[in-house]
């Protein structure tokens, strides 16, 4: 045999031995999971098939839809984006862009079901950027603590991610557009390819790093103290938000003032209105930021301006800038004037500046999905996270809300977890859905520390460098997972991937689930009181997941092999994205010829790969 047969059959032998043991490690874990589920899980699963089935309660459905949306054809955009970066000798070129689908659901009510009408491409909307950016200023753009571990230039634009950051604002934008458009035109219900509780937590970047601060807004600059009432919003108060929580309590100092348009407040009052204590107050209002927005004298509070005008200013910043960039398509859109060193320049926009942005975009769109009466819903294809088996599971255990069982090592991750229970038990038919849990749970977890279980947030540095706790936004986002296509034959189960949802709470759909959240409350001395909404078990019928499960089911035509079991328009809204960025490439690629003239300002390896032979 030869050194190479030799090689080739170690590897095969190995590989095999490894397979082997990830099968029993499969079957170990789907064994535990399948237990699991039925001495426990099986209470937070929901049968969607069944419920749907019953024309009683599909009728209940549908009047619930009317009186939410206040009609019975309920227009849609489904929203997804595409984004690259190309690099050449010279330049590099960020490319972003989204793509919304449009249609239209009708409740039909003898008998009752619903019907999906796609509408034409014509109808369809799409918003693109290119950006190219000469090298000798690619340092405004990229993070150079990477410079000493990168050579190559792609890879340095692939660590900055300013191109998948310009892509998410292009989706946020499109669906803020959509959403403010007038009554007769905006869609009832947006559906976005992307975790929208995670972008909301993702952009909250350090403000010390954003240098977008001294941009001029009409009569005025963007200011420090702006992006932290950026921060403290969305505001609504039929949900407490913001909540008096340890984290960020100075939120709600903010949204008090923006909302009253109290001029002061004494500490004697707002301690005796939040069942706080003054000194713990007094703590956050020695807060680096809330020091920046409060005056506090004599134990009286005053805002330091108007921040309710402040918000209106942010937000018209945001429209402005991407109505320069995506409508306008200005060439120098993602750049202004800054000082430095004593001397004025222009630079580019850095990906903190970009996220500054987005986190504008998407507490706005938020509000104005509240405000108009707009389903959002979130729709992610792949994860590895653990936020409903570990996270959610976990600490509801620690609190008392459910029973403590004892189970082996389950599958790695919740979609692994789910699909294996959904190929093992018959009777779960889709669509079904497990129940939905405050976002809140992506962050807030249970760790064990010298052998002392505690309830945490994620670590993370503070504006000052240091790190604390902090956690996600509770009573904003709903999330569930769910599988919309399952047939059983005789020998196994054809099933689709399980998909995660992220839906916005409203409390117009979901103010029985916010009345029953009383008795989950959560404390920390780190995070302080957590109150996130709660919706129970599979007992009682959950009107917000319900409406978002049978849209979604109606949607989910399964004409695709490849994406069987994800809602038909969300595939549709990707094709655009990627037809969109095939006609692009060529526009991209060709920029390079205005280049050619200068022969010197190429290498030998270009000149030599783009001549004749």
């Given at each position: 045999?030869?050194?190479?047969?030799?090689?080739?059959?170690?590897?095969?032998?190995?590989?095999?031995?490894?397979?082997?043991?990830?099968?029993?490690?499969?079957?170990?874990?789907?064994?535990?999971?399948?237990?699991?589920?039925?001495?426990?899980?099986?209470?937070?699963?929901?049968?969607?098939?069944?419920?749907?089935?019953?024309?009683?309660?599909?009728?209940?459905?549908?009047?619930?839809?009317?009186?939410?949306?206040?009609?019975?054809?309920?227009?849609?955009?489904?929203?997804?984006?595409?984004?690259?970066?190309?690099?050449?000798?010279?330049?590099?070129?960020?490319?972003?862009?989204?793509?919304?689908?449009?249609?239209?659901?009708?409740?039909?009510?003898?008998?009752?079901?619903?019907?999906?009408?796609?509408?034409?491409?014509?109808?369809?909307?799409?918003?693109?950027?290119?950006?190219?950016?000469?090298?000798?200023?690619?340092?405004?753009?990229?993070?150079?603590?990477?410079?000493?571990?990168?050579?190559?230039?792609?890879?340095?634009?692939?660590?900055?991610?300013?191109?998948?950051?310009?892509?998410?604002?292009?989706?946020?934008?499109?669906?803020?557009?959509?959403?403010?458009?007038?009554?007769?035109?905006?869609?009832?219900?947006?559906?976005?390819?992307?975790?929208?509780?995670?972008?909301?937590?993702?952009?909250?970047?350090?403000?010390?790093?954003?240098?977008?601060?001294?941009?001029?807004?009409?009569?005025?600059?963007?200011?420090?103290?702006?992006?932290?009432?950026?921060?403290?919003?969305?505001?609504?108060?039929?949900?407490?938000?913001?909540?008096?929580?340890?984290?960020?309590?100075?939120?709600?100092?903010?949204?008090?003032?923006?909302?009253?348009?109290?001029?002061?407040?004494?500490?004697?009052?707002?301690?005796?209105?939040?069942?706080?204590?003054?000194?713990?107050?007094?703590?956050?209002?020695?807060?680096?930021?809330?020091?920046?927005?409060?005056?506090?004298?004599?134990?009286?509070?005053?805002?330091?301006?108007?921040?309710?005008?402040?918000?209106?200013?942010?937000?018209?910043?945001?429209?402005?800038?991407?109505?320069?960039?995506?409508?306008?398509?200005?060439?120098?859109?993602?750049?202004?004037?800054?000082?430095?060193?004593?001397?004025?320049?222009?630079?580019?926009?850095?990906?903190?500046?970009?996220?500054?942005?987005?986190?504008?975009?998407?507490?706005?769109?938020?509000?104005?999905?509240?405000?108009?009466?707009?389903?959002?819903?979130?729709?992610?294809?792949?994860?590895?996270?653990?936020?409903?088996?570990?996270?959610?599971?976990?600490?509801?255990?620690?609190?008392?809300?459910?029973?403590?069982?004892?189970?082996?090592?389950?599958?790695?991750?919740?979609?692994?977890?789910?699909?294996?229970?959904?190929?093992?038990?018959?009777?779960?038919?889709?669509?079904?859905?497990?129940?939905?849990?405050?976002?809140?749970?992506?962050?807030?977890?249970?760790?064990?520390?010298?052998?002392?279980?505690?309830?945490?947030?994620?670590?993370?540095?503070?504006?000052?460098?240091?790190?604390?706790?902090?956690?996600?936004?509770?009573?904003?986002?709903a999330r569930s997972l769910s599988q919309f296509f399952k047939m059983n034959s005789k020998s196994?189960?054809?099933?689709?991937?399980?998909?995660?949802?992220?839906?916005?709470?409203?409390?117009?759909?979901?103010?029985?689930?916010?009345?029953?959240?009383?008795?989950?409350?959560?404390?920390?001395?780190?995070?302080?009181?957590?109150?996130?909404?709660?919706?129970?078990?599979?007992?009682?019928?959950?009107?917000?997941?319900?409406?978002?499960?049978?849209?979604?089911?109606?949607?989910?035509?399964?004409?695709?092999?490849?994406?069987?079991?994800?809602?038909?328009?969300?595939?549709?809204?990707?094709?655009?994205?990627?037809?969109?960025?095939?006609?692009?490439?060529?526009?991209?690629?060709?920029?390079?010829?205005?280049?050619?003239?200068?022969?010197?300002?190429?290498?030998?390896?270009?000149?030599?790969?783009?001549?004749?032979?």
């Amino acid at each position: 045999m030869s050194i190479l047969s030799e090689i080739f059959n170690y590897y095969k032998e190995s590989l095999d031995s490894s397979i082997e043991r990830y099968q029993e490690l499969c079957n170990a874990t789907a064994d535990n999971g399948l237990k699991f589920h039925n001495e426990f899980l099986n209470q937070l699963l929901i049968n969607y098939n069944n419920v749907f089935s019953k024309p009683h309660t599909m009728g209940l459905i549908n009047e619930k839809i009317k009186e939410y949306f206040q009609n019975d054809h309920l227009e849609f955009v489904a929203i997804d984006g595409t984004c690259s970066a190309d690099p050449f000798s010279d330049f590099m070129v960020f490319f972003a862009a989204a793509y919304g689908v449009r249609g239209e659901i009708h409740i039909e009510t003898q008998p009752p079901k619903l019907k999906y009408e796609r509408w034409s491409m014509e109808q369809d909307v799409s918003l693109v950027s290119y950006v190219p950016i000469p090298y000798d200023q690619y340092g405004d753009v990229v993070d150079y603590t990477h410079e000493n571990f990168v050579v190559d230039d792609k890879k340095t634009a692939n660590l900055s991610n300013i191109h998948t950051k310009l892509m998410l604002l292009s989706e946020i934008y499109l669906a803020y557009e959509m959403a403010s458009s007038s009554v007769s035109k905006s869609p009832k219900i947006i559906f976005m390819d992307m975790s929208v509780s995670g972008v909301l937590m993702n952009t909250d970047v350090n403000l010390n790093k954003v240098h977008l601060f001294g941009h001029p807004i009409e009569t005025r600059e963007l200011s420090k103290i702006d992006g932290i009432v950026v921060y403290a919003h969305p505001f609504n108060a039929e949900l407490g938000l913001p909540t008096t929580k340890k984290y960020r309590r100075w939120a709600y100092l903010v949204n008090l003032f923006a909302e009253t348009k109290k001029k002061s407040i004494t500490i004697s009052d707002l301690s005796e209105h939040t069942n706080i204590t003054e000194n713990k107050w007094i703590m956050t209002l020695n807060d680096i930021y809330a020091k920046q927005i409060f005056d506090m004298k004599n134990g009286e509070i005053t805002p330091k301006f108007d921040f309710a005008a402040s918000w209106f200013d942010s937000v018209r910043f945001f429209e402005d800038f991407c109505n320069r960039l995506f409508h306008k398509r200005e060439n120098d859109a993602l750049l202004y004037s800054i000082v430095e060193n004593g001397e004025k320049r222009n630079r580019w926009m850095s990906p903190e500046d970009v996220s500054f942005l987005t986190a504008i975009g998407i507490r706005a769109l938020i509000e104005k999905c509240w405000k108009n009466r707009i389903m959002l819903v979130g729709v992610v294809k792949d994860s590895a996270s653990k936020y409903f088996s570990r996270h959610y599971i976990g600490v509801m255990q620690e609190i008392g809300c459910y029973p403590k069982i004892d189970v082996g090592p389950l599958p790695w991750t919740d979609r692994s977890l789910l699909e294996s229970l959904s190929y093992q038990l018959e009777t779960l038919s889709a669509p079904w859905a497990t129940v939905e849990f405050d976002s809140v749970f992506m962050s807030l977890r249970l760790e064990e520390e010298n052998n002392k279980r505690l309830i945490r947030g994620i670590k993370w540095p503070d504006v000052s460098g240091n790190k604390s706790f902090f956690v996600n936004q509770e009573r904003l986002f709903a999330r569930s997972l769910s599988q919309f296509f399952k047939m059983n034959s005789k020998s196994k189960a054809l099933m689709g991937h399980v998909v995660f949802l992220d839906r916005l709470i409203d409390p117009k759909l979901d103010q029985n689930c916010i009345n029953n959240s009383n008795n989950t409350q959560i404390y920390t001395d780190e995070l302080g009181h957590i109150n996130p909404v709660f919706f129970g078990d599979n007992t009682n019928l959950n009107y917000g997941q319900a409406i978002a499960i049978c849209l979604l089911n109606v949607l989910t035509r399964n004409l695709y092999p490849e994406v069987i079991g994800y809602p038909d328009p969300l595939h549709k809204a990707d094709w655009g994205a990627k037809s969109v960025k095939r006609k692009v490439d060529g526009l991209i690629r060709s920029s390079e010829i205005a280049f050619r003239s200068k022969p010197l300002k190429r290498t030998f390896r270009t000149t030599r790969d783009s001549s004749r032979k």
